[in-house]
């Protein structure tokens, strides 16, 4: 199994900065990508950025330009940098991990991972 833990969230005024990082260990035998998603109170969570092993990245339309998503392999863990947030950024954000872990006895199988979520708001 593949754990995941979650840090960075927070009360921010609009247009400041927070950073969000998440740290995967367990039985991993490969990491294929990892993200964050974000979910607000009667609507379905959705990708905010998302990064592959091989470097490449996708961002939903409304925080390109003011959010980086960046990995460090090594450790296995995954940031958010957020910039200009907004009101509109508010919500539970989710870190995700796409991998290939040790399931049962000696199997392999890749999966979607989750962390607990972290409360990140936006007000003054």
């Known amino acids: 199994q593949v754990q995941l833990v979650e840090s960075g969230g927070g009360l921010v005024q609009p247009g400041g900065s927070l950073r969000l990082s998440c740290a995967a260990s367990?039985?991993?035998?490969?990491?294929?990508?990892m993200g964050w998603y974000r979910q607000t109170p009667g609507k379905e969570r959705e990708l905010v950025a998302r990064?592959?092993?091989?470097?490449?990245?996708n961002y939903a339309d409304s925080v390109k330009g003011r959010f980086t998503i960046s990995k460090d392999n090594a450790k296995n863990t995954v940031s958010l940098e957020m910039n200009s947030l907004k009101p509109e950024d508010t919500a539970v954000y989710y870190c995700?991990?796409?991998?290939?872990?040790?399931?049962?006895?000696?199997?392999?199988?890749?999966?979607?991972?989750w962390g607990q979520g972290t409360q990140v708001t936006v007000s003054s």
């Open positions: 995700n991990s796409r991998a290939v872990a040790v399931v049962g006895i000696g199997g392999l199988a890749e999966n979607d991972y």
């Open positions: 367990g039985s991993i035998a490969r990491i294929n990508a």
């Open positions: 990064i592959t092993s091989g470097g490449s990245t």
